[in-house]
């Protein structure tokens, strides 16, 4: 089993602060998503990142894939209420998927 | 466009009863999956299909058969329902993935099943 840990579990923050929530394993990706989840509807994807080291922007969102492709961050750039959410990460193995248990984000107006 | 579609949207069982999950994509996708997803434990991966008539195992199969006689049906079986089997279902589906980089998977909203 390809364990994908994230932390923190939970978070609160108001409008407009920072934020970084981060994705973890002992194993190494070929690549990892980000997904988005909100209740009541399906995660929907936000980026792909494919090389150690990569850095992608969507926004004010910036995901960084790590040198030795073993872990990943998001960082949330004045965050909004709309932010608010349940995010994933997941990579595979094969055609086995795996998910992270989530990061539940509340950003507080 | 209705991308992934599921039904029913909720349901309830009784212990030992048997159901059928149903999810239908209108996108082509070869590659279709069903998750579930308990509080605080992400999604794991129960069944997969890789195209018509081919299926395999996730990390969570027991108590789950699936079939896949047309590209776009990938119905979800629970023949004897149990309560640990209690969790939100999704369904999702793909295009091919090549070597490099993942095609992203499109979720449907999710059935949501207690069994009691």
């Known amino acids: 089993t390809q364990l994908l840990e994230q932390s923190p579990q939970f978070l609160s923050i108001q409008e407009g602060e920072n934020l970084t929530v981060y994705c973890n394993s002992s194993?190494?990706?070929?690549?990892l998503q980000w997904y988005r989840q909100e209740p009541g509807e399906g995660p929907v994807l936000l980026v792909t990142?494919?090389?150690?080291?990569e850095v992608k922007k969507l926004k004010r969102l910036t995901f960084q894939f790590g040198d030795a492709r073993k872990d990943s961050s998001l960082h949330i750039t004045a965050a909004q209420t709309g932010d608010t959410g349940l995010y994933l990460c997941?990579?595979?193995?094969?055609?086995?998927?795996?998910f992270g248990t989530g990061t539940s984000l509340t950003v507080i107006p | 466009n209705a991308g992934v579609t599921q039904t029913p949207k909720f349901r309830i069982l009784k212990i030992g009863q048997s159901m059928t999950l149903q999810c239908t994509q209108d996108?082509?996708?070869?590659?279709m999956y069903w998750y579930r997803q308990d509080p605080g434990m992400g999604l794991k991966l129960i069944y997969y299909?890789?195209?018509?008539?081919?299926?395999d195992k996730g990390e969570v199969p027991n108590g789950y058969n699936v079939s896949r006689s047309t590209t776009e049906d990938f119905p979800l079986r629970l023949e004897l329902a149990a309560p640990s089997q209690t969790s939100v279902y999704f369904c999702?589906?793909?295009?091919?993935?090549?070597?490099?980089?993942?095609?992203?998977?499109?979720f449907g909203d999710g059935t949501r099943l207690s069994i009691l």
């Open positions: 299909s890789v195209g018509a008539g081919i299926t």
């Open positions: 997941a990579s595979n193995t094969g055609n086995q998927f795996y």
């Open positions: 996108m082509n996708h070869n590659y």
């Open positions: 194993s190494v990706f070929s690549s």
């Open positions: 990142v494919v090389t150690g080291g």
């Open positions: 999702a589906s793909s295009y091919n993935r090549d070597r490099f980089s993942n095609q992203p998977q499109h």
